[in-house]
T-cell receptor, first 115, second 114 residues
Framework: DADVTQTPRNRITKTGKRIMLECSQT?????MYWYRQDPGLGLRLIYY???????NKGEISDGYSVSRQAQAKFSLSLESAIPNQTALYFC??????????????FGPGTRLTVL | QQQVKQSPQSLIVQKGGISIINCAYE??????FPWYQQFPGKGPALLIA?????SEKKEGRFTISFNKSAKQFSLHIMDSQPGDSATYFC?????????????FGTGTLLAVQP
């Protein structure tokens, strides 16, 4: 969905490096999420945010941190990347404040490789 | 108890056939069950969703069948087309929009052969 953008789209980094993945949305949604996708494991929730002042851990938050800089921006950081963090990362948004929607809208993903 | 088990892992169907993907869950507090469709190089997108107060929901060629007592739900794609070739994820959440915390299945890679 073009309304949810992720940068970079692809990133190769080395073990121990700090890396930030960024997500921006123009949908005006209040809620934002970070997931990682691994083959055979589906999508797993890393962190989620219901508004700028609300950040919550998901199923697999260890090794990750997030920042909600504004309603439209939600960044995911890997403080010291390790090879098992190699995965496809997705940002998603939903609109609960306005229309109480359950639908999540996903960005195009960031393919991260940690060597 | 938070898991959603999805099968099969992959599925090959002939054009015009019926594709069936199954999911099972344990947590009876789940009250919202969506299916997401993901094409290569794209993010998942909502396809269809159901709540446990109904046993079936149909949107075009896509139908969700829901069996509350068995704690199972399935996606049926009628008259499958090559354009349906994608990865399909079932999911479940508690409290629907109140939490929006989706627990996803492991995905099914569907290939529809022409």
């Amino acid at each position: 969905d073009a309304d949810v953008t992720q940068t970079p789209r692809n990133r190769i980094t080395k073990t121990g490096k700090r890396i930030m993945l960024e997500c921006s949305q123009t949908k005006g949604h209040d809620r934002m999420y970070w997931y990682r996708q691994d083959p055979g494991l589906g999508l797993r929730l890393i962190y989620y945010s219901f508004d700028v002042k609300d950040i919550n851990k998901g199923e697999i938050s260890d090794g990750y941190s997030v920042s909600r800089q504004a309603q439209a921006k939600f960044s995911l950081s890997l403080e010291s990347a390790i090879p098992n963090q190699t995965a496809l990362y997705f940002c998603a948004t939903s609109d609960y404040q306005t229309i109480r929607s359950d639908t999540q809208y996903f960005g195009p993903g960031t393919r991260l490789t940690v060597l | 108890q938070q898991q959603v088990k999805q099968s099969p892992q992959s599925l090959i169907v002939q054009k015009g056939g019926i594709s069936i993907i199954n999911c099972a869950y344990e947590n009876t507090a789940f009250d919202y069950f969506p299916w997401y469709q993901q094409f290569p190089g794209k993010g998942p997108a909502l396809l269809i969703a159901i709540r446990p107060d109904v046993s079936e929901k149909k949107e075009g060629r896509f139908t969700i069948s829901f069996n509350k007592s068995a704690k199972q739900f399935s996606l049926h794609i009628m008259d499958s087309q090559p354009g349906d070739s994608a990865t399909y994820f079932c999911a479940a959440s508690i409290g629907g929009g109140a939490t929006n915390k989706l627990i996803f299945g492991t995905g099914t890679l569907l290939a529809v052969q022409p």
